[in-house]
């Protein structure tokens, strides 16, 4: 079965830190891969996503994430965290195989950020 | 991309009854989801809802007890029928314009039955 995993259920960094959460998938043939974040009480955005091309791709607020094949990983990126990043990251993998080409989500990361 | 409009937002029901929850976008799209959040889980595909024709249902979710409806290209509604507590959770609505596009959600409906 296809699946994503997200290694890091709760990441605590102080400011300035830099970030760094992984995301591997399940070898399903060719992906498309995105991140979406939920900050507290909105509803999910898409953060950044991958369909072909140069496999570092940015995304908004700073946010990068690096596509590597041989891995099966698609993890997520940033210098320098803030207190405003705190929310709630999931990775998801698009199949190419199936009709509707359904989104697959990791479990999530929660990154809380210290002032 | 689209926003969708998702109501209600959080509601509180009685096992037993039912909750229908409907999603609004302000532009057509090809395709519509309905999704489940469980506390501390990620989301689960409940289905994805067809125009003018009935749902394909995932594995593990049936149509009496999770109907859906999409009458045109910018409105779906799921139904929670028969709740039990079990059935509390986050349920979201989510759009797609193409296969080859990204998804955007609604706010969520945070569902908690007694």
């Known amino acids: 079965a296809q699946s994503v995993s997200q290694h890091n259920h709760h990441v605590i960094l102080s400011e300035a830190a830099s970030l760094e959460l992984g995301c591997n998938y399940s070898y399903g043939g060719t992906v498309n891969l995105f991140w979406y974040v939920q900050y507290p009480g909105q509803h999910l955005q898409l953060l950044l996503k991958y369909f072909s091309g140069d496999p570092l791709v940015k995304g908004i607020k700073g946010f990068e994430a690096e596509f590597i094949k041989s891995k099966f990983s698609f993890n997520l990126r940033k210098p320098s965290v803030q207190w405003s990043d705190t929310a709630e990251y999931f990775c998801?993998?698009?199949?190419?195989?199936?009709?509707?080409?359904?989104?697959?989500f990791g479990s999530g990361t929660q990154l809380t950020v210290l002032p | 991309s689209a926003v969708i409009s998702q109501k209600p937002s959080r509601d509180i029901c009685q096992r037993g009854t039912s909750l229908t929850i409907q999603c609004q976008v302000d532009s057509q799209v090809t395709m519509m989801f309905w999704y489940r959040q469980q506390p501390g889980q990620s989301l689960t595909l409940i289905a994805t809802a067809n125009q003018g024709s009935e749902a394909t249902y995932e594995s593990g979710f049936v149509i009496d007890k999770f109907p859906i409806s999409r009458p045109n290209l910018t409105f779906s509604t799921l139904t929670v029928s028969n709740m039990s507590p079990e059935d509390s959770s986050i349920y979201l609505c989510s759009g797609r314009r193409s296969t080859n596009t990204e998804a955007f959600f609604g706010q969520g409906t945070r569902l908690t039955v007694v």
């Open positions: 998801a993998v698009m199949y190419s195989s199936g009709s509707a080409r359904q989104l697959t």
